[in-house]
């Protein structure tokens, strides 16, 4: 789960970012607004998953390590 959501944190970056360049680039006012807004929100959404990360553990718990190496008949 924590690999999920720290992709999804990225994704959450990167949106930001297309966003905000968007909102100080764009020749039409209108999209720059809506570009802003939007790169505010994605914002809140990176936000809101650094504090979900916060609570998951570093290493997975429910991942299962094997003691032994993997046989093949023959």
Not at 19 to 25: F, G, I, P, Q
Not at 30 to 58: K, Y
Request: no cysteine; aromatic share 6%; net charge negative.
């Amino acid at each position: 789960l924590r690999e999920a959501m720290a992709l999804a944190l990225e994704n959450e970056y990167a949106a930001e970012r297309y966003y905000r360049l968007a909102s100080t680039t764009s020749e039409d006012p209108e999209t720059r607004r809506i570009a802003a807004v939007f790169a505010d929100e994605e914002s809140s959404h990176a936000r809101d998953l650094e504090g979900m990360l916060q609570g998951q553990p570093a290493v997975s718990e429910h991942r299962r390590d094997e003691d032994d190496e993997p046989t093949m008949p023959e």
